[in-house]
């Protein structure tokens, strides 16, 4: 992950010397590399859309050629060709995102293995509000806000407009990660370095705000889909 760490580490360096505050330099990057990724989250979205709108043609096509698995297939093909879906349209967005953030996390976890400036030396361990020192671990507060920012942005990006069998099993993992995957933060960051955490809660902070856009994105596609399907059966 040193390709993408040395770029940030650089980016961090940049802005400290320009600010004169590591805390707030942190913010900035955060703020910086949730921007970047903003169009990586759309697209993951909007993919999933895609595929839910495309649903019902596809259920139609299985239980017409359910005798014919070469064929439905091939027709399940032409259906996504033609109304621009895949399959995998939300998994590249969603590895382009793993590797930013692990990138991030081995700059801010040693951000001296990624930074070639001295000075940064003394300013990772800088105070910062109730922070005595950025490369030690907050023990309760920033791992608890972090836990919290993930809990309210987990759950906003549940995604409710699925329906069947696959979609209670997607439910039913959605939920254990609801709750698992904040506490499973709040023990990370714990042994993190503080300046890792704040990275963590602006992420999510903001990420939060991502998802109430893309909740009202997938809440306009289910009205959209819900009138389509009304005007067909008057028809």
Not at 45 to 73: F, G, H, R
Not at 104 to 127: G, K, Q, T, V, W
Not at 204 to 224: D, G, T
Request: proline share 4%; net charge positive.
């Amino acid at each position: 992950m040193g390709i993408l760490a040395k770029p940030l580490g650089f980016l961090l360096s940049w802005l400290y010397e320009l600010i004169g505050n590591y805390g707030i330099a942190l913010i900035i990057v955060t703020v910086i590399v949730k921007l970047c990724l903003y169009p990586v989250y759309a697209k993951s979205i909007k993919s999933t859309i895609k595929m839910t709108e495309v649903q019902p043609k596809m259920q139609e096509i299985q239980q017409k050629y359910a005798k014919d698995k070469a064929l439905m297939n091939e027709k399940i093909a032409e259906l996504y060709k033609e109304e621009g879906a895949s399959m995998y349209g939300g998994c590249l967005p969603m590895i382009v995102q793993m590797i930013v953030i692990m990138g991030l996390f081995a700059l801010l976890r040693n951000p001296m293995a990624y930074i070639d400036s001295d000075s940064m030396l003394f300013a990772i361990h800088e105070p910062f509000l109730w922070i005595q020192d950025l490369a030690q671990p907050d023990k309760w507060i920033l791992p608890i806000l972090a836990a919290v920012a993930t809990f309210i942005s987990t759950s906003l990006s549940q995604n409710t407009g699925a329906a069947g069998a696959a979609a209670q099993q997607t439910k039913m993992m959605t939920s254990v990660m609801k709750y698992f995957f904040p506490i499973m933060i709040l023990w990370m960051a714990r042994s993190y370095p503080a300046g890792l955490a704040i990275y963590w809660f602006g992420s999510q902070l903001i990420q939060i705000f991502y998802n109430i856009r893309f909740a009202k994105m997938r809440k306009q596609s289910a009205e959209k889909r819900a009138k389509a399907s009304r005007k067909k059966a008057r028809a």
